[in-house]
């Protein structure tokens, strides 16, 4: 099928994470021509030709500006977790019949305007806008946790209480998560499987857009992503080590000092004070609980020894 165009450009948005294509097939099939490609819908309209990725990607060639509007008010309802911000890139396309598929300088010629060929580049184009997401995911997760790699160089530790290593920890681990469940969107798509003699363009401008550089760089940037994961980790065993050997240091003291006062009711006299205010001093460290056991369990037993 051969498509007839209002404009010579190509509009590809990433709309959120994920679009729910059978309801929004059965929505837009009321009003276009609608046909299912595995993980991708294909729209045809009388000046254009728009293919919906579930991964939330929409491109859209040589649609009107109104269409355009049109469109995404229908498409709108279907997003699942749309973004804040709507990532959006633009390119120039033309027919050249004599000529193989290229692209040059952000500017794609194209053999022909039929409709397996636009999705074939369309594959690649909506790949390259989910994968610069996620760059752009892991470049910040990385740029805002860079500090603390620098702050336990210089100081040998890292100044965050143990609620808050967890709750970093959990938001490193959301990110890579996130990452990593979509990361096979990056291979080859399964369409190519049933229409191998079409991959060749999608090959063609996914090396221009330099997707399997990316994905490896990427791919860099979630390892360094981990290895912050595992380092947080350490620290906050590292920490909960420390507080038990506290608690074990203070419970060793609690019970010497309570052997020598039942032996001898005049030291506990002289020591309570002291120890009380030691134990008020690590009480930070170790859980004000420690006080109140010293205070309760301990006091008032020796009270009615003496």
């Given at each position: 099928?051969?498509?007839?165009?209002?404009?010579?450009?190509?509009?590809?948005?990433?709309?959120?994470?994920?679009?729910?294509?059978?309801?929004?097939?059965?929505?837009?099939?009321?009003?276009?021509f609608?046909?299912?490609?595995?993980?991708?819908?294909?729209?045809?309209?009388?000046?254009?030709?728009?293919?919906?990725?579930?991964?939330?990607?929409?491109?859209?060639?040589?649609?009107s500006?109104?269409?355009k509007?049109?469109?995404?008010?229908?498409?709108?309802?279907?997003?699942?977790?749309?973004?804040?911000?709507?990532?959006?890139?633009?390119?120039?396309?033309?027919?050249?019949?004599?000529?193989n598929?290229?692209?040059?300088?952000?500017?794609?010629i194209?053999?022909?305007?039929?409709t397996m060929?636009?999705?074939?580049v369309s594959?690649?184009?909506?790949?390259?806008?989910?994968?610069?997401r996620?760059?752009?995911?892991?470049?910040?997760t990385?740029?805002?946790?860079?500090?603390?790699?620098v702050?336990?160089?210089?100081?040998?530790?890292?100044?965050?209480?143990r609620?808050k290593?967890?709750?970093?920890?959990?938001?490193?681990?959301?990110?890579?998560?996130?990452?990593?469940l979509?990361?096979?969107?990056?291979?080859?798509?399964e369409?190519?499987?049933?229409?191998?003699?079409?991959?060749?363009?999608?090959?063609?401008?996914?090396r221009?857009?330099?997707?399997?550089?990316?994905?490896?760089?990427?791919?860099?940037?979630?390892?360094?992503?981990?290895e912050?994961?595992?380092?947080?980790?350490?620290?906050?065993?590292?920490?909960?080590s420390?507080?038990?050997?506290?608690?074990?240091?203070?419970?060793?003291?609690?019970?010497?000092?309570?052997?020598?006062?039942?032996?001898?009711?005049w030291f506990?006299?002289?020591?309570?004070?002291?120890?009380?205010?030691?134990?008020?001093?690590?009480?930070?460290?170790?859980n004000?609980?420690?006080?109140?056991?010293?205070?309760?369990k301990?006091?008032?037993p020796?009270?009615?020894?003496?």
């Amino acid at each position: 099928m051969t498509t007839n165009f209002a404009t010579n450009q190509v509009d590809i948005v990433l709309l959120g994470d994920s679009i729910q294509l059978k309801g929004l097939s059965e929505k837009i099939a009321q009003t276009y021509f609608v046909k299912r490609f595995r993980d991708a819908l294909s729209i045809s309209t009388p000046k254009g030709q728009v293919f919906v990725f579930d991964y939330g990607v929409v491109v859209s060639w040589g649609i009107s500006d109104s269409k355009k509007l049109q469109l995404a008010e229908i498409v709108n309802g279907y997003v699942v977790q749309r973004n804040i911000q709507e990532d959006r890139e633009h390119y120039v396309f033309e027919l050249s019949e004599n000529a193989n598929l290229s692209m040059v300088d952000d500017h794609l010629i194209l053999p022909d305007y039929k409709t397996m060929a636009l999705l074939s580049v369309s594959h690649a184009l909506a790949q390259s806008a989910k994968l610069g997401r996620f760059e752009v995911l892991a470049e910040r997760t990385i740029k805002d946790n860079a500090y603390l790699s620098v702050t336990l160089a210089n100081t040998g530790k890292i100044p965050l209480s143990r609620k808050k290593l967890s709750m970093l920890r959990g938001e490193l681990f959301s990110t890579k998560s996130d990452i990593l469940l979509h990361f096979n969107l990056l291979d080859t798509p399964e369409f190519f499987w049933e229409y191998p003699e079409q991959e060749q363009k999608y090959l063609t401008v996914s090396r221009y857009l330099d997707l399997k550089p990316r994905v490896e760089l990427l791919t860099m940037k979630l390892s360094t992503i981990n290895e912050l994961h595992e380092m947080l980790a350490a620290e906050q065993n590292h920490k909960h080590s420390s507080f038990l050997e506290w608690i074990i240091i203070i419970l060793i003291a609690v019970e010497i000092v309570q052997f020598f006062c039942a032996l001898n009711p005049w030291f506990f006299a002289v020591c309570r004070q002291s120890m009380r205010r030691c134990i008020f001093r690590c009480y930070r460290k170790v859980n004000f609980s420690v006080y109140f056991l010293w205070g309760n369990k301990v006091c008032y037993p020796l009270k009615k020894q003496q």
